[in-house]
């Protein structure tokens, strides 16, 4: 029935590759089967002016799509002259996911921020960002750790998303591409390890969702995100 | 135990004015307690480029916030150069939420657009907004009938949104902005009449929520919208 | 003759309500007939960068129309990234008129912003712009005085403003939509309390004007200036 | 009194030097004592988007200072990446200066744009660019005629500006710098040589100026401008 | 002598690997050592406006660098709003390149877009883009012949690019960043493999550089050019 | 053989008009033939962020065209709202070239900005904006040691400019538009007078160039340089 023949329930291969440039505190490129994407976290010694003296550290994030890495070229934001909405609540929906794993202040008055470029699309590009971003993040604290900055590890628990919805009246797991854009309802959903929602976004796409629709999408969306944090750990201990 | 003093599962006063400005073809100022947002419905004879000859309508939404709608003075978006990721995000919600209440093909080839502009900011302004902003499409789809543009109503139910949220360990309805800016989860809803959800929209601010959160969070929000709903009935029949 | 039925020296019915919105320091909507403009008064502690330790104060203005305060819907300056040349020349104006009313130094250094944000244009928005805008700085300033951030009232006379034009060969005041776009000469006069001029902004529209023009034009904006400041007067002692 | 020693009725030396630069179809430089302004008219067989095929021509304007044409170096606006109020305001004042020097119809459907640059400035650049720009603009005119593409000369009247002020209590004619800055009073006044008016843009910098002492400008004004047109005809004749 | 240890005429390892991503008509990640650069190529059935009814077809760049490319995090252009100084020069360089090598006749009326997202930074990125983009242009020109748009090749030539340099006195090829940043003289060398110069362009950084070091620089471009060729080759027979 | 009849190795008259415009430490107008360029060179007793506290002056240049010096007319850069990508190559390269005659430190903490605008342009904006360029540093250096800001001289050598290019096959050398427009390639030289080089930008439009015509462009290029600079230092005699 699903276009790449998995069951309703199935998420696509899942695949977290640590250090991969060499530039970055945290450097992973996160692979949802086809869609791949650059999460790099950059630490830097300054928070943004409305944090200053204030104890506290930040995380953000930054989200772009490289021209080609849909089937139609998409126009370079750098070139248009500006981030186009669905680029900034992106960004704005990652960044926020991510704060939701770190104690801020254990991070001392520093800023850390993920950069997700996706080098290739194919459904879940957000999903992706904050599931590979968490690790990219958790490679860039470890850093600290590791050169002293900070003693005692900030984060306090792991954070995934993936992307659950209805397709041909079935509710899926995992939408690929061919799914999403022909999905009748569309939702990401957040979680940490402990099993609690960090964010929960469903939209209507085709025809209104009812309660036992929703139910049946957070069902799986939690199975899916368990395996993901699951892959998260396997990478992390690699 | 509520800033207001209202039960948790109470709605502020809800009020909608029609024809509040002579020019537009659909005018309402909508009133959610404090919180008063001017929502204005223009009716353009072209559509988009992008849907040019393709035999369908288009519904659209922009947001903005007067500069001091707000407790303290926000900077004009207009000189600033360029909309926020908020009002971007916020009316893009708008739009999707009002096209859902419309057979897009029935509306023939022209464009609604539905300005929001908040003038008084107390908390749910988005939610306010959509719930004025069908009001406003509705009485531009009667202009249209009206004219004889349109025979047949595009219309497909009503649509309507509201806040719910998780203030001191409680699910409260209705969030005005001293409990907004305080809450631990904070949820925007948007239904249609048929009781199906549309957008579902749930941050967790403080601490990630449980299913059993989620699931009080949008019971409250299943009886505000009803109620909403009927005030909107009760405005358009006036 | 005229559109409206008025008299050439006949203003419209003029309006000053105080207190319009419940954030901004002075909250004034005025009303010149149907054109209605909401003027915000922002006290901010803070002077711009080039007036800091100089021992002033400063007043600007921003202007903005909403984007269906129009007959026809304008874009939204905010979405279009800048305001155009007309928004920028008017707010210069109302800046320049409202500095005239107040001696800055007696302000302290702080700046107050006043906001005046069209909801419905019937032509004169700038004339009832400066004209509220006085009513919004003087409740601003009164808010200065209560809470003793100064002493001694910095306001050294009342400011307001008028339009007259020449409509079909004859001299008019207070030219509606109607008369505007088809006036052959359109000036915007600015005065204070003390039959002075603060600006004179004269433009033939259709053909030159000679001096016994602009003499009686000059004089029909004096009385039309005069009621207004009345209005003002009045409004304040309410 | 005056720091340049001139009477109080005095212009400066006044010049237009037709032929500037070689590719405009009018290219002028014009000078008011030290202050320099290039004016060059280009031809554009094509009106905007908003005049076609209604069979009438354009005249607009665009005005620019060189970084280094000032005292202080000013921004580049194109470095800048927008063009400020200053300019914006200056550029639609001379555009509608010189169209009311033209019969739009009688230009056919093409319109001439004067480009304004400053290339040294010491006071009254706006008013040396009206009258400069009107030099340039007939020459573009006369390349018109000569071409064949209009048989008929669409102008109707030379237009010129000068700037005139209270200096120090005394009505004085063509400000420079020094005066300019230091000015109670700065009134920019347009006119044709039927000794109507186009254009009165008054402003009290200092206190607000009374009847008699407009009258006093005013008739300086026309004296200054009587001489300009002169000076303009001579240049054309030369 | 060389940080790497490289001797002057040594390049670094030079990798091209095509189909790199799945959706670009050419994909190809090019390495020159450590630098990684993304080329992607597009083609676009339209011209750009200034060609259209031309009979000629386009090839041209876009240039970007991951903002965690390099060692410090670089803010992102399209966060920034708009692309810097560099990167146009850049992106110009790299499509007058490329459009050495086509007959743009032959193209037919469509364009190619190579898309070079820098992976990551290690000095030569525009001469990677260059060498890489070729090979992506080559696969996106197969894939119009493969799919019978075109009938005849209309490549002329192959064309590369790298860098060389004076470091501490002594003529080297294919600069790393260490060597970069820290060269007297800076050129980078284009040609074709005919043995021709497309592009020259050398910048004295530290101390201006005379005709025998020009001859000493253009002798080991010849030369590494030879060698980029060989290997385009080979990954084109791959 | 050359459209102004001159021979492949004739420079077109050269001539620097120091003091040119009266406000800036150096305006200088050059002139190569009918191309016009305005060098101001303007003090700051400022250096940019990134060189404060570090001992060491700055030298910078902004480019800009008049819209109209050019046949065609151009856009104005402030008003389409960004400079574009041939500007900034351009200015880039002006400074550069100039920082390279300069000893950074022995000017202290201060930056010295020239702006190059051209007034009129006949081919070779840039060679004439660096070689005029130079004259105006220098009297802005004069001006310093004048105002005993600084001791010690800082130039370190004269800068100047040429194009090269073959046309019709022949090298020549200072092109003009009618050559420039038509040339297989161009190619733009910055030498100081030690006879070394400072910049070799070569561009092959039509045809790939071989290394006996770089050769032959080079020697053009030699000689003309000695002939600018020849005339810099007879007009800094003057």
Redesign the interface.
Known sequence: MRPSGRQPDEMRPIRFTRHY????EG?VLVEFG?T?V?C?A?V?ERVPPWLRNKGSGWVTA?Y?M??????E?MA??????????????I??LIG?SLR?AVNLEGLGERQI?V?C?V???DGGTRTASISGGYVALHDAVEHLLREGKIRKNPLIGAVASVSVGIYQGVPVLDLDYAEDSNAETD?NVV??D???????????EG?????EE?DAM?GLARNGIAEIIAAQRAALAG
Chains 1, 2, 3, 4, 5, 6 share one sequence.
């Open positions: 440039t060499k530039h970055a450097s086809d791949r650059l790099n950059t830097d930054e772009g490289l021209p080609r890495s849909t089937n070229r370079r934001e750098a070139a248009r002259g500006k981030q186009g909405g669905r680029t900034l609540e960004q704005r926020r939701a921020t950069d470029d080098i290739q699309a939702m979680m940490n402990a099993n609690a929602f960090i964010e929960v976004q469903g939209t209507a025809h209104a969702f009812r309660m929703l957070l």
